[in-house]
C-alpha cells in the first residue's frame, strides 16, 4: 500500500539549532516526494520538491530536504532555526495510480527563542 | 504565479443550511481538490476532479457534492449543514504534467451552529 508517515507529532528546537523534520514513504516506482508548510489559519504553501536528480533538494526559507532511496525517506532540514519556522509541515508524495498526493498527517514545529 | 481563490476565509452557517463553497484558479490546471482539515487528523480528501464535469470521490464524501461546470471553477457544496461539517476546508489545484504539485488557496473555516 502506498503511504507517507510523518512519525513526530511535534517537534521542538530552540532557534539558531539545526532542525529536522522526518518523513518517509511507500510507493510503487519513482518517489515524487513534496514537503508543504502551513501557518495558522493558512492554506498550504509549497517548500520544495524531488522529481530527480540530486539527493539534496533546496528549497524556500533555507529549507532542503534529503532524499534517501534505501531508507525510504525524505526528512526536512534547516541549518539554523527562526522562531517564524514555527509551522505545521505536511509531507506528501506523488500517487502513482493517478494524480492524487498521498499527505502525512503533518508535523508542529516549535522554534523557542 | 498560480493563484487559488476561495470565496470566503470565514463563514458561520446553521445546521440545516445548504452552504457552497467556492474556488478558483488561474493557471488552467486540469486537476482540482477539496480538503478538509482538522486537528490530528491532518488533510482529507472530500472529492477531485481531473476534468469539467468530471468529478471523483475521495476519502470522506459523505455529506458533500461538487460541481465542475467550467475549468477554473470548482464548487464544494454542503446540502444541509451539520456540526461535524465544522472545519477548515482547502481547495487545490494541479495541472496533468506527471508531477502534479498542488497549488492552495487560503482555506476557509467554517462554523456550522
Known amino acids: 500500500a502506498q503511504s507517507v508517515a510523518q512519525p513526530e507529532d511535534q517537534v521542538n528546537v530552540a532557534e539558531g539549532n539545526p532542525l529536522t523534520v522526518k518523513c518517509t514513504y511507500s510507493v510503487s516506482g519513482n518517489p515524487y516526494l513534496f514537503w508543504y508548510v502551513q501557518y495558522p489559519n493558512r492554506g498550504l504553501q509549497f517548500l520544495l520538491k524531488?522529481?530527480?536528480?540530486d539527493n539534496l533538494v533546496k528549497g524556500s526559507y533555507g529549507f532542503e530536504a534529503e532524499f534517501n532511496k534505501s531508507q525510504t525517506s525524505f526528512h526536512l532540514k534547516k541549518p539554523s532555526a527562526l522562531v517564524s519556522d514555527s509551522a505545521l509541515y505536511f509531507c506528501?508524495?506523488?500517487?502513482?495510480?493517478?494524480?492524487?498526493?498521498?499527505w502525512g498527517a503533518g508535523t508542529k514545529l516549535i522554534i523557542k527563542p | 504565479d498560480v493563484k487559488v481563490t476561495q470565496s470566503s476565509r470565514y463563514l458561520v452557517k446553521r445546521t440545516g443550511e445548504k452552504v457552497f463553497l467556492e474556488c478558483v484558479q488561474d493557471m488552467d490546471h486540469e486537476n482540482m481538490f477539496w480538503y478538509r482539515q482538522d486537528p490530528g487528523l491532518g488533510l482529507r480528501l472530500i472529492y477531485f476532479s481531473y476534468d469539467v464535469k468530471m468529478k471523483e470521490k475521495g476519502d470522506i464524501p459523505e455529506g458533500y457534492s461538487v460541481s465542475r461546470e467550467k475549468k477554473e471553477r470548482f464548487s464544494l457544496i454542503l446540502e444541509s449543514a451539520s456540526t461535524n461539517q465544522t472545519s477548515m476546508y482547502l481547495c487545490?489545484?494541479?495541472?496533468?504534467?506527471?508531477?502534479?504539485?498542488?497549488?492552495f488557496g487560503p482555506g476557509t473555516r467554517l462554523t456550522v451552529t
Open positions: 487545490a489545484s494541479s495541472s496533468s504534467d506527471g508531477i502534479y504539485e498542488q497549488y
Open positions: 524531488y522529481i530527480t536528480g
Open positions: 506528501a508524495v506523488r500517487d502513482g495510480r493517478n494524480y492524487q498526493l498521498i
